[in-house]
């Protein structure tokens, strides 16, 4: 069974950095697109970035750009966040998301797999 499962989460201050990391399982990673989406409180889910299975990524949101960068590491089955600079407003549960496509979709209905979400809190 496919299983997604994120970590690096946590509670951190203005300014601060995190990476998180999405482990794989269940599937041929490297045949997948991945995506990171984030739900802050009280707001839809929106997409952040994606990469597609050789390592191109798609544009960012608008306020992580500079900031947030996605990876991937095909043998071990994990694609990362790194976020830099964070700010209260990067407050949200993260997702990563898998889907067996040639390109990265932007929207969540692109994505067949999904991880629990790991909670990133940031104070002022």
């Known amino acids: 069974q496919v299983q997604l499962v994120e970590s690096g989460g946590g509670l951190v201050q203005t300014g601060d950095s995190l990476r998180l990391s999405c482990v794989a399982s269940g599937l041929v990673f490297s045949n997948y697109v991945m995506g990171w989406f984030r739900q802050p409180p009280g707001k839809e889910r929106e997409f952040v970035v994606g990469i597609n299975r050789y390592g191109s990524t798609t544009d960012y949101i608008d306020s992580a750009k500079g900031r947030f960068t996605i990876s991937r590491d095909n043998a071990k089955n994990t694609v990362y966040l790194q976020m830099n600079s964070l700010e209260p407003e990067d407050t949200a549960v993260y997702y990563c998301?898998?889907?067996?496509?040639?390109?990265?979709?932007?929207?969540?209905?692109?994505?067949?797999?999904w991880g629990q979400g790991t909670q990133v809190t940031v104070s002022s």
């Open positions: 998301a898998g889907g067996r496509r040639l390109l990265v979709p932007k929207t969540a209905n692109g994505y067949g797999y």
